[in-house]
């Protein structure tokens, strides 16, 4: 069923009643995403940097997700622009994008980028990332406030989702009923953690079941939120 209402994650995110566009000024350079091994390499993947550029731009003019956050993120102060806010760079990693919070930056790294559709979730999971660091006081530092909002990125961002996960096959089961959505949310987040900081996967996990309860059910900024699970 449909959300009724947005539920804020209290005591995780402290919000702030203040024009946080002070603290949000985009630099002209990538250089302190908060994620281990990026460096440039010498090969490109399915999608190119000059394909990736327009094709963020449509999403961003024609997604719904991704023009309700940036919508809002607008009325927050902090407001998106691609030539200031992304950044598309060749990663030797196997990580497909993240947000660096010290730079107000969102990296897309092009050579690990499928498609279409796997760049349009990747930046409204990355979206969902920049709107919880403008809407709150967020410490990335805190593995509970980066837990939560993972939780939140990879349900917004819909890549839990059934039609989504239908068509990768080692995926299917992931995504047959609550209790497996639950599991692929926690999976994923689990793994995002686990790429971005030093910590050990049991307490990773035990992070992820502490927050999941509350940060699952805010579906903020939308109102009208239902996962797509069976």
Known sequence: MPAESNVYVEGLFEAENINNHARYQPKDKFS???TRGL?????WNLLTKHSIEPNIKDIIKTNKKARKLTSELAKLGCPISPEKNLALEVCD??????FDDQQSQILICVNNIKSTEHLEKSLIHELVHVYDHC?????????????????RAYQLAGQCAFDYRFRDWN?????????????????????SVLATREIGREDARRVIDQVYPRCIA????????????S
Do not use: Q
């Not at 990693?93 to 993240?98: E, K, L, R, V």
């Not at 995926?171 to 793994?191: D, G, Q, V």
């Not at 805010?218 to 699970?229: A, G, L, Q, V």
């Open 32 to 34: 302190s995403l908060r």
């Open 135 to 151: 809407r709150a006081k967020m410490n990335w530092d805190d593995l509970r406030h980066l837990a939560c909002s993972e939780v």
């Open 93 to 98: 990693t196997n990580i497909d994008a993240g």
């Open 171 to 191: 995926s299917l089961s992931l995504a047959l009923s609550r209790e497996t959505y639950e599991r692929c949310i926690k999976s994923e987040a689990l793994r």
């Open 39 to 43: 460096s440039s390499a010498s090969s």
């Open 218 to 229: 805010d579906f903020s900024p939308f109102t009208n939120f239902s996962p797509d699970i």
